[in-house]
């Protein structure tokens, strides 16, 4: 539902919408995901992505060629176009472009905190970090050894500090106590996203809105918004197993619809699931017009374009190409 940014919209924001929409015709399509399924060699999808957008990020690429390689010039593809975005933003679209990089942020904290409880090598973890999350003090995260000198040592700089409010303790880091930070660090974020979304209004509004752990701590960690909140989140507190879940979710009709593609038991098979109606309702945003939500939902396709690219390579340099098609979510 459109209100007075129709008006306005295209002064400041309405070049970059068309840019990103520009950019949408670049994503693979079903006929080339055919093609790179039928590859025998990392060499034959180089050869493939060579004449789609990809092809100046991999055409000097050396043989043999690696999955990571393929994946690190397919991820400097989407950052090179992110950070075009960013600089041609204006207030508020530069924000709304922030925001979107915050979930990566935490994914290279908890990270670069899990590898280093496990005694690996700082250089060797940076190299995985995702580039859209990466900030100037992400290499000190080495030296915290809890909660609180974590905040206080690095990320009182950064944008996750307003987030940290509800897991600075003095507990010693461990697997537990870092999933535990992740999924609260995840729910102060999207609850903080939600809200400048409503703040924003209009059409950008209206589109984007098993562990040990008790379940006390398991309702800490559910948003306070959405279709779920709050019966959902309830019974979704008190599931024991997948069975379990899907007896909870099957009483709200969009997750009925995910749950009856799968068969009892098939929980690996739930992934892919929810990555189909993601992209679903990513595409959908793009019937509308004078919004943010397009930006959003460009840089989620990508990401997943990324892991379909990911997935295909790793059966082909696998050789298990009966497999190639289990997780590849086609996005047109």
Same mark, same amino acid.
């Given at each position: 539902?459109?209100?007075?940014?129709?008006?306005?919209?295209?002064?400041?924001?309405?070049?970059?919408?068309?840019?990103?929409?520009?950019?949408?015709?670049?994503?693979?399509?079903?006929?080339?995901?055919?093609?790179?399924?039928?590859?025998?060699?990392?060499?034959?999808?180089?050869?493939?992505?060579?004449?789609?957008?990809?092809?100046?990020?991999?055409?000097?690429?050396?043989?043999?060629?690696?999955?990571?390689?393929?994946?690190?010039?397919?991820?400097?593809?989407?950052?090179?176009?992110?950070?075009?975005?960013?600089?041609?933003?204006?207030?508020?679209?530069?924000?709304?472009?922030?925001?979107?990089?915050?979930?990566?942020?935490?994914?290279?904290?908890?990270?670069?905190?899990?590898?280093?409880?496990?005694?690996?090598? #700082?250089?060797?973890?940076? @190299? !995985?970090?995702? %580039?859209?999350?990466?900030?100037? *003090?992400?290499? /000190?995260?080495?030296?915290? +050894?809890?909660?609180?000198?974590?905040?206080?040592?690095?990320?009182?700089?950064?944008?996750?500090?307003?987030?940290?409010?509800?897991?600075?303790?003095?507990?010693?880091?461990?697997?537990?106590?870092?999933?535990?930070?992740?999924?609260?660090?995840?729910?102060?974020?999207?609850?903080?996203?939600?809200?400048?979304?409503?703040?924003?209004?209009?059409?950008?509004?209206?589109?984007?809105?098993?562990?040990?752990?008790?379940?006390?701590?398991?309702?800490?960690?559910?948003?306070?918004?959405?279709?779920?909140?709050?019966?959902?989140?309830?019974?979704?507190?008190?599931?024991?197993?997948?069975?379990? #879940?899907?007896?909870?979710? @099957? !009483?709200?009709? %969009?997750?009925?619809?995910?749950? *009856?593609?799968? /068969?009892?038991?098939?929980? +690996?098979?739930?992934?892919?699931?929810?990555?189909?109606?993601?992209?679903?309702?990513?595409?959908?945003?793009?019937?509308?017009?004078?919004?943010?939500?397009?930006?959003?939902?460009?840089?989620?396709?990508?990401?997943?374009?990324?892991?379909?690219?990911?997935?295909?390579?790793?059966?082909?340099?696998?050789?298990?190409?009966?497999?190639?098609?289990?997780?590849?979510?086609?996005?047109?």
């Amino acid at each position: 539902m459109y209100g007075w940014e129709m008006l306005s919209f295209n002064i400041h924001d309405g070049f970059l919408e068309a840019i990103v929409r520009g950019n949408r015709s670049g994503l693979l399509t079903a006929a080339d995901y055919n093609n790179l399924c039928q590859c025998e060699t990392l060499d034959d999808i180089k050869m493939h992505l060579t004449a789609t957008e990809y092809g100046p990020y991999l055409q000097n690429e050396p043989s043999p060629l690696h999955t990571t390689t393929i994946v690190e010039k397919c991820t400097l593809k989407l950052v090179d176009e992110y950070k075009h975005m960013l600089c041609q933003a204006n207030e508020p679209l530069s924000t709304f472009l922030q925001y979107i990089t915050y979930g990566h942020m935490i994914d290279n904290v908890v990270l670069i905190v899990t590898g280093t409880l496990h005694e690996r090598d #700082v250089n060797e973890l940076l @190299e !995985k970090c995702h %580039p859209l999350g990466m900030f100037d *003090s992400i290499a /000190s995260l080495a030296v915290a +050894q809890n909660m609180r000198e974590l905040y206080r040592l690095v990320l009182v700089d950064t944008p996750l500090a307003p987030y940290f409010s509800e897991c600075i303790t003095s507990e010693d880091l461990d697997d537990m106590n870092i999933e535990i930070m992740r999924n609260t660090l995840y729910k102060a974020y999207l609850e903080d996203f939600y809200k400048f979304c409503q703040k924003l209004g209009g059409a950008t509004a209206e589109i984007i809105i098993g562990t040990e752990l008790t379940r006390d701590d398991r309702r800490k960690l559910y948003s306070n918004f959405g279709l779920l909140h709050p019966y959902g989140h309830e019974e979704l507190a008190v599931c024991e197993d997948v069975d379990q #879940v899907r007896g909870a979710m @099957e !009483k709200y009709p %969009p997750y009925q619809s995910i749950f *009856s593609r799968i /068969s009892y038991g098939e929980s +690996q098979m739930l992934d892919k699931a929810f990555y189909e109606e993601e992209v679903r309702r990513l595409c959908l945003s793009f019937e509308q017009q004078f919004h943010y939500a397009v930006f959003f939902a460009y840089i989620r396709l990508r990401e997943q374009e990324i892991r379909n690219l990911m997935w295909i390579s790793e059966c082909v340099a696998q050789n298990q190409k009966s497999r190639v098609h289990d997780s590849v979510v086609f996005i047109f």
